[in-house]
């Protein structure tokens, strides 16, 4: 055993990450008996499922919605690279999860009929989205979960997953208690996204993809990480860094319009869908806009939203917050960091390559969301692919496999105000193969950082983990897709409509393979 260890434990199921996947799973895995550990480097506070704001996108039971509906949005949305069967399963479960969700308290808006009021967001044909407290269905979710679910291990930074002959065996974590080795069958990463690889994002601090580090050590695969989505209308203020309020994409579905600073709608004359179009492709409508004008942002103009204080009460006291009434003045907003569309490779049931390694959430790539997300999705595969992940860990419990190699890693690491700066200005909304290149030489001179690392280092060392994989990614995808935009190669290549595998080689090294090296997850 590693001297630098302090404690050991044991259980059937270690959740890693605080929001809605990760804490449905443990709710679920101890309904049936498991004995679950969940660990959070922050609080219930610092989830990004505290802050979303839109809802849950989950089909209803009016005529004119069908899962085919949804399926085919999403897949629309998702520019070709959906796994349309994946797709069907996961919302499929939608119902059954949003029932199980208000057994254990959550309350959803109601209409003026008393039934469940729905809305309409980019992307979706009809009004399908659920929501609470108007525009904090995240806040509602989490505060139910926090309720229902087990005790989490707060201020509890994962540091690296312990395998022998490539199972899952246990993680090594660092604590209050110092560092300890968790004995375990089964980890499941529902870490969030990597929104902190940005200048600016919508996500909370922790969101430094911590684990897509954890699951390339493991020897996992990662796709599609290159589709960053962003979001279109973040509150803006000149030289803000680090989280933003975001400006729900519902307030667009109770009709604002998005104008330039002369005061001119431009979305009409870009897509059908108006101020509605996919958020991709309203996020590089905009960057392009700013990038011919020379402005910093554009305008929302809710004036004519109905009640809008009522409705979008979180929004309300941001725009409040920063002197500006939607009710009376334009609101000033531009792309941000929002949500990583890929992540860790598993299945509609959060399975891995690696054997007793599951992922859910944002950090898991299930084939759900292709090249874009669509609005509200999100939540909706948190729910489901969260409880089917326990039923996953049900099976394995009992495997007792002995941890052989307890060592503490070591850390490749970037400056993360310098990788900032570079992702947001070389690999944002628009990318070319000379600012790619930039990025890869920033990379290219990470610092080693020999054990013992403190917290924030780790996180450095996810980001710049991450950072290597979405220029990898976005280097050989030369072509326009989705949140992917290329201005050297502004149009999509049908040859290049297949996601990109990714691992770590036997020397360490990050290599694109092919497609059937990722034969399923186990």
């Not at 929302?300 to 809008?308: F, T």
């Not at 959060?350 to 939540?379: D, M």
């Not at 992917?484 to 040859?495: C, F, V």
């Amino acid at each position: 055993m590693n001297p630098s260890v302090a404690w050991e434990t044991a259980a059937d199921l270690v959740v890693v990450g605080g929001g809605i996947a990760g804490l449905t799973a443990a709710r679920t895995a101890v309904a049936r008996g498991l004995r679950v550990l969940t660990v959070s480097k922050g609080t219930s506070t610092d989830t990004a499922t505290q802050y979303a704001q839109g809802g849950i996108a989950v089909v209803g039971p009016e005529l004119e919605d069908s899962v085919e509906s949804h399926v085919a949005d999403t897949c629309v949305a998702g520019a070709g690279l959906c796994d349309e069967d994946a797709v069907r399963s996961i919302v499929s479960g939608g119902r059954a999860a949003i029932t199980s969700l208000e057994a254990v308290g959550a309350e959803f808006d109601l209409g003026a009929d008393g039934a469940v009021a729905r809305t309409r967001e980019g992307g979706h044909s009809v009004r399908r989205i659920i929501h609470a407290g108007g525009d904090a269905t995240g806040a509602e979710v989490q505060r139910t979960l926090d309720a229902a679910g087990p005790r989490v291990e707060f201020d509890t930074t994962a540091l690296r997953m312990l395998t022998t002959d490539g199972e899952v065996v246990g993680l090594l974590v660092r604590g209050p208690r110092g560092v300890g080795v968790v004995h375990c069958s089964t980890v499941l990463l529902a870490t969030g996204g990597l929104g902190q690889l940005f200048s600016c994002s919508t996500n909370p601090a922790g969101a430094t993809a911590d684990g897509i580090a954890l699951a390339l050590d493991a020897g996992a695969g990662i796709a599609d990480l290159e589709f960053v989505q962003f979001h279109p209308t973040v509150l803006f203020a000149a030289g803000s860094t680090g989280r933003r309020p975001l400006i729900s994409e519902a307030v667009r579905g109770e009709g604002a319009r998005l104008v330039d600073v002369t005061g001119r709608a431009f979305m009409a004359a870009v897509h059908p869908l108006g101020d509605l179009a996919p958020r991709d492709v309203v996020s590089r409508a905009i960057a392009e806009l700013l990038h011919a004008s020379g402005d910093d942002h554009v305008l929302l103009d809710a004036r004519a939203v109905a009640r809008v204080h009522e409705r979008f009460p979180t929004v309300t006291a941001s725009c409040l917050d920063a002197g500006i009434d939607p009710a009376t003045d334009l609101i000033p907003v531009a792309p941000a960091a929002h949500y990583s569309c890929g992540g860790v490779v598993t299945d509609t049931a959060g399975r891995t390559s690696v054997p007793g390694l599951l992922a859910a959430g944002e950090v898991a790539r299930t084939g759900l969301h292709g090249a874009n997300r669509l609005a509200s999705n999100s939540l909706l595969e948190g729910l489901v692919v969260g409880e089917r992940a326990a039923l996953v860990a049900a099976e394995r419990v009992g495997r007792n496999v002995p941890i052989s190699d307890t060592a503490l890693p070591t850390y490749r690491r970037t400056d993360r105000t310098v990788l900032q700066r570079t992702m947001t200005a070389e690999v944002g909304v628009v990318r070319d193969a000379a600012g790619l290149a930039a990025a890869q030489r920033l990379l290219a001179h990470g610092v080693v950082s020999e054990p013992p690392v403190d917290a924030h280092a780790v996180e450095d060392a996810a980001l710049t983990a991450a950072a290597e994989v979405i220029v990898l990614a976005a280097s050989e995808r030369r072509e326009s897709r989705g949140c992917h935009t290329r201005r050297d190669y502004p149009e999509s290549a049908p040859a290049q409509r297949r996601s990109l595998y990714i691992e770590r080689d036997r020397d360490g090294r990050l290599a694109i393979v092919n497609d059937d090296v990722m034969t399923g997850a186990r």
